[in-house]
């Protein structure tokens, strides 16, 4: 829509009420030519042929004025019908014409509200129809654009605009005339699209770059045993310690890797079950110290809870990852029960999250602004170990705790009822899967 200020509604597209359609006089006056002519001939009969002529002709001239009508009013019920926002223009900056569909899409309540609109009013930038005007100035035939406008209640909205310069003989725009067609569906769905791709590349690259390290160790150390005889059993027992670490890295990023698929496939499941959380913590941090260079200390008592044993190391050995990976020199796992609930507690003494990042780093491929490059991680840990918390029927959440960043996974205690598992919904892809 070019150009557009307020003015009176006209369905036909005219600047005025009956500009396009025969008024009265415009049927009266053959009418009265009729009247005279049979008239005449009544009075002088030896003027009948020139009477009857007349006659005729004006009779001629009813019937195209009733078809010129009744043709308007088929326009007319098209112009408002059609399912398409339609409108006219004029170069002064006048809508001479606006139909229902138009109005619906602009969120007006009659097409007389749109034309009682200011034209900078339905633009999300005013500059833009400016801009757009003098673009379809150029033209001569009809241009099409994607542009962003602004609903009358103030929801912005994407929509195309297909306009073509209607011009007089000497080349000057006249008016315009065009159909806007509402895309912010379409565009959204692009978007959700190219999100997803960014996502898949984005994803391939971190892999490939987190397996690289541990496959580079293993293939390394790995030619070094085998080559090489001259190795004490400290060094062959180091450096064959340094290979299982490493591929137990890639196990772990596989695992998280496997999971979240399942978890955007629907078909992630979680048994649950009596489990014993002190005992499931000192499984999963088996063997993490030594990938730590300060202290992991694990202090726990027996702590009953309902889970699946197997997700539970997964999540707590992604949250003890997580604080070796990015957080401080000091790690704490602990565990708590507090009425119908069990926890297992991950703390560090490191900066923390910044202020915005409490949920954002549970949001795939996303870390906290403070975070170090990954240690065997596709930032994936935290979005799948909250997914497998709530999948059985608990939560992962972040707190910032006497200068200490803790995250706690919640669980139901063992004396609590058996949990309603989360609903397994489809999770779309690049999206939070937590």
């Given amino acids: 829509m070019p150009a557009a200020t307020p003015t009176t509604h006209h369905p036909a597209g005219a600047p005025r009420a009956n500009r396009g359609e025969p008024g009265l006089l415009t049927f009266a006056l053959p009418g009265l030519v009729i009247a005279a002519a049979i008239v005449q001939i009544f009075i002088d009969p030896a003027v009948w042929p020139w009477a009857l002529t007349a006659a005729l002709t004006a009779l001629s001239a009813l019937v195209a004025v009733a078809a010129v009508r009744a043709h308007g009013r088929r326009y007319r019920n098209l112009f408002d019908r059609v399912p398409a926002g339609l409108y006219r223009t004029s170069p002064d900056g006048h809508i001479v014409a606006a139909n229902p569909a138009l109005a619906e899409i602009l969120g007006f309540d009659s097409p007389n509200d749109v034309l009682s609109a200011a034209a900078h009013s339905v633009y999300l930038d005013?500059?833009?129809r400016d801009h757009w005007a003098a673009e379809v100035n150029q033209a001569y035939?009809?241009?099409?654009?994607?542009?962003?406008?602004l609903r009358r209640d103030g929801q912005p909205i994407w929509v195309r605009d297909h306009v073509i310069p209607v011009r007089d003989r000497r080349g000057r725009v006249r008016y315009y005339e065009g159909e806007l067609e509402d895309i912010t569906e379409q565009r959204m769905h692009r978007e959700r699209l190219e999100a997803a791709l960014r996502a898949r590349i984005e994803l391939i690259g971190t892999v490939s770059h987190e397996l690289r390290t541990p496959l580079t160790a293993i293939v390394g150390y790995s030619r070094l045993l085998a080559d090489c005889e001259t190795l004490s059993i400290e060094e062959r027992t180091e450096m064959a310690g340094v290979v299982g670490q490493q591929a137990e890295d890639m196990v772990d990023i596989v695992e998280d890797l496997l999971t979240a698929a399942q978890a955007e496939a629907g078909t992630l499941r979680v048994a649950a079950g009596p489990i014993d959380l002190a005992?499931?913590?000192?499984?999963?941090v088996t063997g993490m110290a030594a990938r730590h260079a300060g202290s992991l200390m694990v202090e726990v008592g027996p702590t009953p809870a309902l889970g699946d044993a197997r997700r539970v190391r997964q999540v707590i050995r992604n949250l003890v990852a997580n604080a070796i990976a990015h957080g401080g020199y000091h790690i704490k796992v602990s565990t708590t029960i507090e009425g119908h609930s069990a926890g297992v507690l991950v703390a560090d003494d490191g900066p923390g999250l910044s202020p915005g990042?409490?949920?954002?780093?549970?949001?795939?491929?996303?870390?906290?602004?403070?975070a170090r490059s990954g240690q065997g991680s596709v930032g994936l840990g935290l979005t799948v170990s909250r997914h497998l918390a709530r999948l059985m029927g608990g939560d992962l959440t972040f707190a910032r705790e006497a200068d200490m960043t803790v995250f706690r996974l919640v669980l139901p205690a063992r004396s609590a009822p058996l949990p309603t598992p989360a609903p397994q919904a489809r999770v779309p892809a690049g999206a939070p899967l937590g």
């Fill in 126 to 128: 005013p500059a833009d």
């Fill in 357 to 370: 990042d409490e949920e954002r780093v549970f949001e795939a491929f996303q870390r906290g602004s403070h």
């Fill in 141 to 149: 035939g009809p241009v099409s654009a994607d542009l962003r406008m």
């Fill in 279 to 284: 005992e499931e913590a000192h499984r999963a």
